[in-house]
Structures are given as structure tokens and as C-alpha cells.
């Protein structure tokens, strides 16, 4: 397209290019080799989107908009002119956090170009700390404008500049002067030819005797590799993809480099990464990689201590029982190192599980007896846990695989408490630490143990301090089955809502229950049920119910409310008839409280459970722990 002007109010359609804007310019992604000459973009406020593959414009101007181009695209501007009323040039998407699969270059090349900016404050070149380059540009000078290569500043080589009039800000830690030899690179053609030998601006013949050349260099960014152990596996790829894989040269920088053929479905070349570390703490390596005509590109390499022997016992591991808790206690041989020992705890209730041992081929000897009832997670070894009335009559079993911050695993080894009397039990609440919670689903429901039904994890949202229990499927449940008849029950529920997801839930009808005396098997009790009802204002609906043999029948008028974000305790209690639930959360830097009640007919269960059903196999609620007690 030449000679065209684009001013704000118009709304023009191309056939083959789908063209259409108002104050935003958009090009579709199917669209290729779109170029402009000698074009006006006169206040379209929120200039170009674009997921074209390549773009090119010449001697164009833009006046009045707050950013040039934002998308997934690979643009050349040469010698035009940009008048900004904001202070962002380019907004495109960072190729690190584009999927693997789309090997399409995104960038903007900037050849001669002049740029002006209203802000007196900054001028940052990319938004995202995507790919840029600025040839022999004239930008604002310092006294006016601060000019800033990114406001997401990366620790590689992300920027090119050759000859522009000021210093860019940034440079010394992300960006590369090239040698008039790279310089050569960023002649149009050499850019935008592509496969198909594309030539928008007329110059391959200058060029045709000229050998196409690198003009970028794309390493994996930060990786980290154990000392000496394990290799890990790093990439490096270049711009033209056509001349990349014969122009790379590694140095090593302080680790070793182990070549591996070309990885052809990505067209990028693989290399294997091995450190030495025989420290305690981490050291930190730069990787850089340099194509024949000088481009550099780095990435940070984390070196891992090597590995040593795994951890030996220096005396016979023991369950001691005191204070309603029962612990593991042991030393080993290295008592310098950090404890990362894999410890089972299991409880001894002599049981048949034969059932269980036929479709999961994997058990353990230490199953055949009993059932798992804590773990440790995240390297945090599981070292005691709180005894309950479940655990009366019976032994522990404890598996304690041996570990440190520099080993393997080395062999395990099982011991057992005595049997577990009534007097060692100092409470009748009972907290589920879901750090230390079974989470696996092959086990069926059974008095005494907690439970879990559909995918849960165990990890930390958006926006959310701490880890805890999160939904990963669309149905999921967590029972607490007991065999006690009980008369009263108090429960404690604490709830993290992650920004992933503002509302907590996916979809409008998409709810989570907490149940109080319960039973599991007949799915009778009561609970609250919290549901999204409006997916626009975070609208959620609160109601408590009665559950009877899978009939639900609502016992209470619903409150409604779209506080649903930050912490939010929700405190149970049946005391005699009455059900009662109190919901707190923060408002305004105040603590609020919204309080729901219904009359019961008293049942004798004594379990407690939650629910989970999503539209979607994502959740973000995150549960931190459930507390509960008998009155």
C-alpha cells in the first residue's frame, strides 16, 4: 500500500489483508509481507496490532499515538518518522513466552528513523523486552527524554543499536553495539527475504552476490544443571532460520558444552550444559554464544552443587510419642547438610487391602498392613505428626528415605512406635495440614482417614502468600470419614482466592461445598455451598444445605456478595439444632462479617469433607487448612 492516509474516525476493509480500524489498526495473523510506503497514521491512538510475519514500512509517519505496534509480529520501519503522544514505541509479545511451536521471529528493526515523544519523563523503545534494533536513529536527546531500551529489562542480550545520537539506557546490561561487519546484516533484504525471497524495498540486486548473514541470535534463557551429575539441556537458534545452523560458535564461559545434533522439528540446534560446583551454595555461570559475524547472545546458567553419597544412619531411627504427636527421630552421618529426607508415615490397622494391591502394581511392602496417612512434600521432610482417636489400639509404621541438599536418595529404612494408647491423645481437634495430606485417589473411604477423590495439588496461585490445596479437575472431593457418634461439631475453613482467577471459579455455576457431620458413604450431612452467579461483577452466592442419601434440599435463605478475593475464613458450627456459619473477610482495610443460620435435625455423623465442581479443570481457591473439633 502506498500513498494512503489513516486517520482516526475511518474504518476501511481490505479483502486478503483484513484491514479494520477505528483508533486501533489490526492485521490478521494470517496475513504476510505487508508493506507500507509513504503512509500517514494520523491519531489512531492505539496504533497497529499485528500477528502478520512480516511487515515493512518506508518512509511513513506517525503522529499522535500513544504506541506504535503491539502483537506477534516481525516489523521493519526505515526512514520514517514518529511523532508520539505516549511514551511506549512497541508493545510485542516477548518470544520466551511464546509457545515453542511458533518459530516466527517478533521484533522491530528501526533504520534511520526519526522519533519524538511529548513525555518529559522516559521513552522506553519495547515494552515487553521484545527483540528491537535501532540503526542510525534520531531519538530525543537527554535533556528532554530519558530514552529506555525496556521496561522489563532482561539479563541476555535482547537489543541491537549502531551510530543513533544519544545513549539508549540499558545497553550495558541487555543490549549489543554492532561491528560495522553485523551492521551489514540489517540491510532490508537480508531481513525480510525470508524462503520466498521477498523484496519490498527493491535491493536484492545491491545484495545478490551478498552472503545472507545472521542479524539475531536466540540462547534458552536461565537454566540451572547439577554439578558434575546430570546434563541439561539448552537451546540456540538465529534469524534468518535458513542460514542459522552453520554460523554458531559456543564458548564456554566457565562450563562445558557437549554438542547434539540439530533438533529439526524446531530448527534449533541442542546443546548439553555440564557445571562443576563442589560448593554448598549455587554459583551462577554466564553461557554466551557468538555467529560468525559477531552477534552475541547470553543466558545465565545456575550451577547446582554436585552431587556426594546419600546420607548414612549413625544410630537407629525411633517414633517417640509425647505431647499428642508422634515424631521421627534420627542423625546421620553429615550433619552439615540440609535434611531433605523423604519420610511415609503409615498407620498399622491390619487391614485387607488386597484389593488395593491388585491395581496399584506399584505398592510397597509397606501397605500390605496398613494405610499411608502423611508424606513429605517439597523436600520439607514430614518429621511428626498429630495423633487422633483413629490412631488408638494401633502402631505407626515410618518410612524414612535418606537425603540431603547434595545426595540421592539412599536406601530406605522402616520403623515402627508402640501401640497408641488413649492418654496420648491431648485434643479433640483434629487439623488437616494439607502439606503433609495423601493426596492420591486410588484409596476408598475409610473411618479414621482423610480421603481424596478426583486431582488436588498442593501448591501456591497467583497472588497468594502461601501454597495450599487447589482443585485440578472438574470433580473433586476430600472426605474425612469417622466412625465416632458425636453430638456437636465446630469447623474451621481459611480460603486464598489467586488473581489467575478473580472470582475463584471458572464459569457461572461453578461451586465448592464444605461439609459438617457428614457421612460419605450415604453422602448425608450438611455443608455451605459457595457458586459463582454473575462471572462479570465476581458475584458469589452463599447457601447452606441439607444432604440426605444424594437428595440436597437448601435450608437458608442465599447471601450474596463479590468479596470473594484475598483470605476468607469460613467458621462452622452445629451446636444442639442450630447450623451456623460465619463469614469473614477484608473490606476497605476493615474485617467484615456476614453470618448465615438454619435449624437442623441432629444426626450422629462426625465427618467433615469439601467439594469442588468447575466448568473447567482450573481452580483458584486455594484451601489452607480445614480445623475441626468435638464440642
Same mark, same amino acid.
Given at each position: ?16 489483508? =483484513?484491514? /479494520? @480500524?477505528?483508533? $486501533?489498526? &489490526? %492485521? ?7 508493506? +507500507?510506503? !509513504? *503512509?500517514? #497514521? ?16 518506508? =518512509?511513513? /509517519? @506517525?503522529?499522535? $499515538?500513544? &504506541? %506504535? ?7 521493519? +520501519?526505515? !526512514? *520514517?518518522? #514518529? ?16 509457545? =515453542? ?531
Amino acid at each position: 500500500m502506498e500513498n494512503i492516509n489513516f486517520i482516526e474516525g475511518i474504518d476501511i476493509e481490505i479483502k486478503g489483508k =483484513e484491514f /479494520s @480500524f477505528f483508533d $486501533l489498526i &489490526k %492485521i490478521s495473523k494470517d496475513s504476510d509481507k505487508i508493506s +507500507f510506503k !509513504n *503512509c500517514i #497514521f494520523d491519531k489512531i491512538k492505539e496504533g497497529i496490532e499485528s500477528d502478520a510475519k512480516r511487515l515493512y514500512f518506508e =518512509e511513513c /509517519s @506517525f503522529r499522535g $499515538l500513544e &504506541k %506504535i505496534i503491539t502483537g506477534n509480529t516481525f516489523c521493519v +520501519f526505515n !526512514n *520514517c518518522k #514518529f511523532e508520539l503522544e505516549g511514551n511506549i514505541l512497541t508493545s510485542l509479545k516477548d518470544m520466551w513466552e511464546r509457545d =515453542e511451536e511458533d518459530r516466527n521471529l517478533c521484533g522491530a528493526v528501526f533504520l534511520a528513523c526519526k522519533i519524538s515523544s511529548k513525555t518529559e519523563k522516559e521513552l522506553y523503545i519495547s515494552e515487553t523486552g521484545a527483540f528491537a534494533v535501532m540503526i542510525e536513529c534520531e531519538l530525543p536527546t537527554e535533556d528532554k527524554t530519558q530514552v529506555i531500551w525496556s521496561k522489563k529489562m532482561l539479563d541476555t542480550v535482547n537489543y541491537y543499536y549502531y551510530n543513533n545520537n544519544v545513549h539508549i539506557y540499558g545497553s550495558d546490561e541487555c543490549a549489543q553495539k554492532l561491528s560495522e561487519q553485523s551492521r551489514k546484516a540489517y540491510n532490508i533484504w537480508n531481513l525480510l527475504s525470508g524462503e520466498d525471497e521477498w523484496d519490498p524495498s527493491g535491493v536484492r540486486d545491491e545484495y545478490i552476490d551478498y552472503k545472507k548473514e545472521i542479524f539475531f541470535v536466540k540462547l534458552t534463557r536461565n537454566i540451572s544443571c547439577i554439578g558434575g551429575m546430570e546434563k541439561s539441556v539448552i537451546s540456540l537458534s538465529g534469524y534468518p532460520l535458513t542460514v542459522q545452523n552453520n554460523v554458531m560458535i559456543c564458548e564456554e564461559g566457565g562450563i562445558k558444552i557437549i554438542p547434539k545434533a540439530s533438533d529439526i522439528l524446531r530448527n534449533e540446534k541442542i546443546f548439553y550444559v555440564i557445571g562443576e560446583n563442589d560448593s554448598e551454595e549455587s554459583v551462577y555461570k554466564v553461557l554466551r554464544v557468538t555467529s560468525e559475524n559477531g552477534l552475541i547472545a547470553e543466558c545465565l546458567v545456575e550451577v547446582l552443587p554436585s552431587m556426594i553419597e546419600p546420607p548414612k544412619f549413625i544410630n537407629t531411627p525411633i517414633v517417640d510419642i509425647r505431647d499428642g504427636r508422634a515424631y521421627i527421630e534420627y542423625k546421620f552421618d553429615t550433619s552439615d547438610k540440609k535434611d531433605m529426607s523423604d519420610i511415609r508415615w503409615y498407620r498399622v490397622d491390619n487391614k485387607d487391602r488386597s484389593y488395593f494391591n491388585e491395581v496399584n502394581f506399584a505398592l510397597k511392602s509397606n501397605e500390605k498392613d496398613c494405610r499411608k496417612i502423611a508424606v513429605s512434600q517439597d523436600d520439607s521432610p514430614c518429621y511428626n505428626i498429630q495423633l487422633t482417636y483413629a490412631d488408638v489400639g494401633k502402631r505407626l509404621k515410618v518410612n524414612v528415605k535418606p537425603r540431603h541438599n547434595r545426595s540421592k536418595y539412599g536406601a530406605s529404612l522402616n520403623v515402627e512406635s508402640r501401640i497408641i494408647r488413649s492418654a496420648d491423645i491431648k485434643a479433640e481437634n483434629i487439623s488437616i495440614v494439607f502439606e503433609n495430606s495423601v493426596l492420591e485417589t486410588t484409596y476408598d473411604i475409610e473411618p479414621g482417614y482423610l480421603t481424596a477423590k478426583g486431582s488436588w495439588e498442593y501448591k501456591k496461585l497467583e497472588g497468594v502468600k502461601s501454597k495450599g490445596l487447589v482443585a485440578s479437575d472438574n470433580i473433586c472431593g476430600l472426605y474425612y470419614q469417622s466412625d465416632r457418634k458425636v453430638s456437636d461439631i465446630k469447623l474451621l475453613a481459611m480460603l486464598s482466592i489467586g488473581k489467575n482467577i478473580p472470582s475463584g471459579f471458572a464459569d457461572v455455576g461453578d461451586y465448592e461445598e464444605i461439609y459438617i457431620k457428614y457421612d460419605a458413604f450415604s453422602n448425608s450431612g450438611y455443608g455451605i455451598r459457595y457458586e459463582l452467579e454473575d462471572k462479570e461483577t465476581n458475584q458469589i452466592s452463599f447457601r447452606l444445605f441439607k444432604y440426605e442419601d444424594n437428595i440436597i434440599n437448601p435450608i437458608s435463605d442465599s447471601f450474596y456478595g463479590n468479596f470473594f478475593s484475598g483470605d476468607i475464613d469460613i467458621e462452622m458450627e452445629i451446636i444442639d439444632n442450630v447450623f451456623k456459619v460465619t463469614i469473614s473477610y477484608l473490606k476497605d482495610y476493615k474485617t467484615r462479617y456476614e453470618t448465615l443460620y438454619a435449624l437442623v435435625v441432629p444426626n450422629k455423623y462426625g465427618g467433615v469433607g469439601i467439594k469442588h465442581a468447575s466448568s473447567e479443570k482450573v481452580s483458584g481457591i486455594s484451601i489452607k487448612y480445614i480445623e475441626f473439633n468435638y464440642v
